[in-house]
């Protein structure tokens, strides 16, 4: 039960419906599921970290990059939801399934809206520009040269432009995990349940063991910090 006498408890959730739909499937009146619905998604921590900041009043961002962090062009509606939401919670379900983390400047993009939004519409190119910015970090100035000839030839603007050419990629570390995890912890000043993938330690595929060695980076980073 919530702190609230009498109240369900108030989960606040951030991620996809990795999170979101369990959340929602809870016993009713024992757990309220806040949030209103999904709400664009979240995958790593320092996007979690922007969204929280964000939704508390403290951060911004380019107009021209809200459909590659919310996935649409303009700031919802259902953000206000979300802001009075937080507000109410008890506890934030975080979802860090992911420790790719790609970047313009100091805004972090979200990888789902920009595969789809943007490198998928690309053809060839756009997969050269994204496979080379994410093993890379940095895609060449030839790679760069062909994405930027084949987003024009699309149609698309500035904003797409300026992804193309300035966006970088890095991976989160156990250190740097720890040190996100504890700054969430800090900002949303109630407890915070993290949840990642399912481990399936046993299985050596590729994709799978890369999981749950993830798991474990996650959990060995978030180990004895206050709250989490």
Same mark, same amino acid.
């Given at each position: 039960?919530?702190?609230?006498?009498?109240?369900?408890?108030?989960?606040?959730?951030?991620?996809?419906?990795?999170?979101?739909?369990?959340?929602?499937?809870?016993?009713?009146?024992?757990?309220?599921?806040?949030?209103?619905?999904?709400?664009?998604?979240?995958?790593?921590?320092?996007?979690?970290?922007?969204?929280?900041?964000?939704?508390?009043?403290?951060?911004?961002?380019?107009?021209?990059?809200?459909?590659?962090?919310?996935?649409?062009?303009?700031?919802?509606?259902?953000?206000?939801?979300?802001?009075?939401?937080?507000?109410?919670?008890?506890? !934030? %379900?975080?979802? *860090?399934?992911? $420790? +790719?983390?790609?970047?313009? =400047?100091?805004?972090?993009?979200?990888?789902?809206?920009?595969?789809?939004?943007?490198?998928?519409?690309?053809?060839?190119?756009?997969?050269?520009?994204?496979?080379?910015?994410?093993?890379?970090?940095?895609?060449?100035?030839?790679?760069?040269?062909?994405?930027?000839?084949?987003?024009?030839?699309?149609?698309?603007?500035?904003?797409?432009?300026?992804?193309?050419?300035?966006?970088?990629?890095?991976?989160?570390?156990?250190?740097?995990?720890?040190?996100?995890?504890?700054?969430?912890?800090?900002?949303?000043?109630?407890?915070?349940? !993290? %949840?990642?993938? *399912?481990?399936? $330690? +046993?299985?050596?595929?590729? =994709?799978?063991?890369?999981?749950?060695?993830?798991?474990?980076?996650?959990?060995?980073?978030?180990?004895?910090?206050?709250?989490?």
């Amino acid at each position: 039960m919530s702190a609230r006498e009498n109240s369900p408890l108030g989960l606040f959730v951030m991620g996809s419906c990795r999170v979101h739909r369990p959340v929602a499937s809870l016993t009713a009146g024992e757990v309220s599921y806040l949030t209103g619905g999904m709400g664009g998604y979240t995958h790593t921590v320092k996007e979690a970290i922007q969204r929280l900041a964000f939704l508390q009043g403290g951060a911004t961002w380019p107009d021209n990059l809200t459909k590659f962090i919310l996935g649409s062009e303009r700031v919802p509606a259902w953000v206000q939801q979300m802001v009075d939401d937080l507000q109410m919670a008890d506890a !934030l %379900v975080v979802e *860090v399934s992911s $420790g +790719k983390e790609v970047r313009l =400047e100091d805004t972090y993009l979200q990888l789902n809206y920009l595969s789809s939004l943007l490198v998928n519409q690309l053809g060839g190119a756009g997969k050269s520009w994204w496979s080379e910015l994410l093993r890379f970090g940095k895609p060449s100035d030839e790679v760069i040269g062909a994405a930027l000839e084949a987003a024009s030839a699309a149609g698309f603007g500035a904003n797409a432009m300026a992804v193309i050419e300035g966006a970088e990629a890095s991976r989160a570390t156990r250190e740097s995990l720890r040190d996100d995890i504890r700054n969430l912890a800090v900002m949303a000043d109630r407890p915070i349940v !993290l %949840v990642t993938h *399912v481990d399936i $330690g +046993k299985i050596e595929a590729g =994709e799978l063991k890369g999981r749950s060695q993830f798991v474990s980076l996650v959990e060995q980073a978030a180990e004895g910090i206050p709250g989490v």
